[in-house]
């Protein structure tokens, strides 16, 4: 379990393959932190370290179910990456609860200077029973956000100076792919109420 409040960016140094696997080398000065084993949030997606022997650099692999659900597949050596560890029992929760488990992947459609903010627009999957709610919270690439300008498969979020330096939001850019996690009660919610709806349907047919 994750709060969406990004500890560092890592960097790709190397991408091993192997069949459809995909084994990412990170730069990061989390990494003397580290333990093989651990689960580490990469753009929200949680991977688990399997090798932490150099000094400032782990591996993780991503199997072929995440790399077809996430951005991942899209990273190259030089790709900045949000990095948190898992979140403590005794710390504040400072974000809000994200499991590091992507629903689906969005674009950004525009990126807008506030002259000391930033404004982006992300779209997702029109037949996406996914939603967003008004000052609702979603992660984008495992950034916890508040969300505004709510719409049908559309949300926007505004970003702040440190957010913008400290997470790779200042290298995204209209048309990038970002990791899209949804509020997890929202999606309980939402499958709730689809399957109540349902059964009044079949119950007045």
Request: with cysteine; proline share 1%.
């Amino acid at each position: 379990m994750f709060t969406g409040i990004i500890e560092s960016i890592g960097l790709v140094k190397n991408i091993e393959i192997s069949q459809a696997n995909i084994t990412f080398s990170i730069e990061s000065p989390l990494a003397a932190e580290l333990k093989i084993d651990q689960s580490v949030a990469h753009n929200g997606v949680c991977l688990t370290v399997i090798e932490c022997n150099k000094k400032n650099l782990y591996k993780v692999t991503a199997i072929q179910e995440t790399l077809r659900k996430t951005n991942l597949q899209d990273w190259k050596v030089g790709t900045k990456v949000n990095l948190e560890r898992a979140m403590l029992a005794t710390a504040r929760l400072d974000g809000h609860l994200v499991q590091g488990h992507v629903d689906e992947v969005g674009e950004c459609i525009a990126k807008i200077d506030e002259q000391g903010s930033w404004i982006f627009t992300f779209r997702y999957n029109e037949n996406s029973p996914n939603i967003t709610i008004e000052k609702g919270s979603i992660a984008v690439n495992g950034t916890s956000l508040t969300v505004i300008n709510s719409k049908k498969n559309e949300f926007s979020v505004a970003i702040i100076p440190y957010t913008y330096e400290h997470t790779n939001f200042h290298q995204l850019k209209v048309g990038d792919k970002v990791n899209l996690e949804f509020d997890m009660i929202g999606k309980y919610l939402q499958k709730l109420a689809s399957a109540y709806l349902e059964n009044l349907s079949k119950i007045h047919q």
